[in-house]
């Protein structure tokens, strides 16, 4: 197992091609702040460094995966935020798009509360599997505020916009059971089964081919990026040719030929 750090608020190892990362803060149900984020930002820096990893966990430590933003860093007059806000606005959305562009998938293991920032974070990752008592929401109405950091994009992109709009109008929670039907869930399960549920995810992924995996979570994204389906489907096949071209599509194909022999 190798060991990353030291970090103020977060903690990270990789052990057999799989890093885990943790949000330390859990006296505060590991709200985001400023030194969270700029650790969560290291993190994923470091880790697109080894292109060995095959899937990166997120979790939060204690009670919660994560409450959001740690409002202490927003009270106050404006005047008081000059500059600053918009700053770690931008910070916020470096690291949403640093989640979301990693070359490997990114699996968010949720319980207790996932809110705002935090579930803005989990909605960038690329599958959440929770325990059914695990609630959401963005409930920045409630602060008298509207979602940052790129994540209104996001939110319809992957709920859609019936969904989004209700989430983020009402700041109502909603349980596990409701956001799944929302397709903000790929699971919800019981607290005692959510390490193997995530465990079988993880299996699942790194059972397929290596490459062919980021490969796929690069069509993934630009499809849902792209201006048109003609720009998507053009950069799909360009992308699957590259992926046609390695040595992992050949070794495969061989593999399965074999079994069926």
Not at 20 to 48: G, I, K, Q, V
Request: with cysteine; charged share 30%.
């Amino acid at each position: 197992m190798t060991e990353y750090g030291p970090y103020r608020n977060v903690s990270l190892s990789v052990e057999d091609g799989v890093a885990a990362l943790t949000l330390e803060r859990p006296d505060s149900y590991n709200a985001l702040d400023t030194a969270t984020m700029l650790d969560l930002r290291r993190a994923f820096h470091e880790l697109s460094l080894d292109r060995e990893i095959a899937v990166v966990t997120v979790e939060g430590a204690g009670a919660s995966f994560s409450a959001g933003a740690d409002l202490s860093e927003y009270a106050g007059p404006t005047e008081d935020h000059e500059g600053t806000q918009r700053r770690r606005q931008e910070l916020f959305r470096d690291l949403y798009r640093q989640v979301f562009e990693f070359h490997a998938p990114v699996v968010a293991k949720i319980h207790g509360y996932c809110v705002g920032a935090g579930l803005i974070l989990a909605m960038h990752c690329d599958m959440r599997i929770a325990t059914e008592s695990a609630e959401f929401a963005i409930p920045t109405g409630d602060i008298g505020q509207i979602p940052g950091g790129g994540s209104t994009r996001r939110a319809v992109d992957l709920l859609g916009e019936t969904a989004a709009r209700e989430l983020v109008y009402t700041a109502e929670y909603v349980g596990a059971e409701r956001a799944l039907s929302l397709g903000l869930l790929n699971d919800a399960v019981p607290a005692a089964d959510l390490d193997d549920a995530v465990a079988d995810r993880v299996d699942g992924i790194r059972s397929c081919g290596h490459g062919a995996v980021k490969a796929a979570k690069r069509s993934l994204n630009e499809s849902v990026e792209a201006p048109d389906p003609e720009t998507a489907a053009e950069r799909e096949a360009e992308l699957w040719w590259e992926q046609f071209a390695t040595e992992e599509r050949e070794r495969l194909v061989a593999a399965f030929h074999e079994d069926r022999d």
